[in-house]
């Protein structure tokens, strides 16, 4: 991190910080108790007590930032450790391990992964030597399973040679069918698996303790939301998630946690905008290449990476909707 003060802000740089602030939309974050990383560790806010979240970048996946594109966390009971994603590469899944090391010597029982995309799991290698149960969605080994091959290519190509050394492949060895409760020791952690949503393999986990909601990629804030899934079921699983009474979310993407039901405001008005259009050019004869120029581009400007992402999004929303 650079620790140039860099140059003096004029009157003027404030009043253009000031009005650009003003023209982003509201997303209310929870005040969280940021941690001195310890000594090659990433760095974490305790969210609520005994509940820590590492908030990854919001940028494309490169040698500089090793894979550190998501949001990780953990939970320390009274007699174990769960890790919630483990991040993008087994280069900062260290650090993620050296983070929790740093915070209690309790055992890591459960590794637990929201969904297979490999900015969340890519760091699973690094904690098998814990002897965890490797939890996830039912339907995740499969879907990991069948675009492995193709995550480990893209994966070396983007992080390079050295930040990609010790990725692989870890499948769960405890799937969640339905709903399933781990006891860590004076808490219990809830995994609920999802419908077809931002993947087919999404899952939840609430902290008993503290009412605290890890929502994986159902839920994006800043970084424009990414669709692997199917939008009608997002946009459905959406309606259900403002119902919640959480204290306080994690999200996949974005701040280290933040409040119902804002928090998923700007996610529900993406999608029901590239729904809407998708319908209305469907309806009026027109092509995806239509679609992919014109489809959800009002949104643009209120999301980062919306350049990489958006076009794929319009593409499955309409290879869905076409159907209807």
């Known amino acids: 991190m650079c620790n140039d003060r860099g140059p003096r802000l004029t009157r003027q740089d404030f009043l253009r910080a000031s009005l650009a602030l003003a023209a982003v939309p509201l997303l209310r974050a929870v005040p969280a108790h940021a941690?001195?990383?310890?000594?090659?560790?990433?760095?974490?806010s305790e969210i609520a007590p005994g509940v820590f979240v590492h908030q990854g970048r919001v940028e494309m996946q490169s040698l500089e930032n090793e894979g550190d594109m998501a949001n990780a966390g953990f939970v320390v009971g009274s007699?174990?450790?769960?890790v919630i994603d483990t991040l993008g590469?087994?280069?900062?899944?260290?650090?993620?391990?050296?983070?929790?090391?740093?915070?209690?010597?309790?055992?890591?029982?459960?590794?637990?992964?929201?969904?297979?995309?490999?900015?969340?799991?890519?760091?699973?290698?690094?904690?098998k030597e814990d002897?965890?149960?490797?939890?996830?969605?039912?339907?995740?080994?499969?879907?990991l399973g069948s675009r492995a091959e193709r995550y480990l290519a893209t994966s070396k190509r983007m992080l390079g040679e050295e930040a990609f050394q010790g990725i692989e492949v870890v499948l769960p060895t405890l799937a969640v069918d339905d709903k399933l409760s781990l006891d860590l020791g004076?808490?219990?952690?809830?995994?609920?698996?999802?419908?077809?949503?931002?993947?087919?393999?999404?899952?939840t986990v609430t902290d008993s303790a503290t009412n605290t909601l890890f929502l994986g990629d159902l839920l994006f804030s800043v970084h424009v939301p990414t669709l692997d899934g199917s939008i009608k079921g997002w946009l459905a699983l959406l309606d259900d998630l403002v119902r919640k009474k959480a204290a306080r979310v994690v999200p996949g993407h974005g701040p280290h946690a933040m409040e119902l039901p804002e928090a998923l405001t700007p996610e529900q008005r993406y999608l029901a905008t590239i729904a809407a259009d998708v319908?209305?050019?469907?309806?009026?004869?027109?092509?995806?290449?239509?679609?992919?120029?014109?489809?959800?581009?009002?949104?643009?400007?209120?999301?980062?990476l919306f350049d990489h992402y958006h076009v794929r999004n319009v593409t499955a929303a309409f290879a869905e909707l076409e159907w209807e």
């Open 89 to 127: 590469s087994a280069v900062v899944g260290e650090r993620l391990r050296n983070a929790v090391r740093a915070v209690t010597d309790k055992p890591i029982r459960y590794v637990i992964n929201t969904h297979m995309h490999p900015d969340h799991v890519f760091g699973n290698a690094v904690f």
């Open 131 to 143: 002897a965890p149960a490797f939890v996830a969605n039912h339907k995740l080994a499969r879907g």
């Open 79 to 82: 007699e174990s450790v769960a």
């Open 35 to 44: 941690a001195a990383p310890a000594p090659d560790s990433v760095e974490l």
């Open 186 to 203: 004076g808490r219990t952690l809830l995994l609920e698996t999802q419908r077809t949503a931002h993947t087919d393999n999404d899952l």
């Open 279 to 304: 319908r209305k050019l469907i309806k009026d004869g027109k092509t995806l290449e239509d679609a992919t120029k014109t489809a959800g581009f009002s949104e643009r400007d209120a999301w980062k």
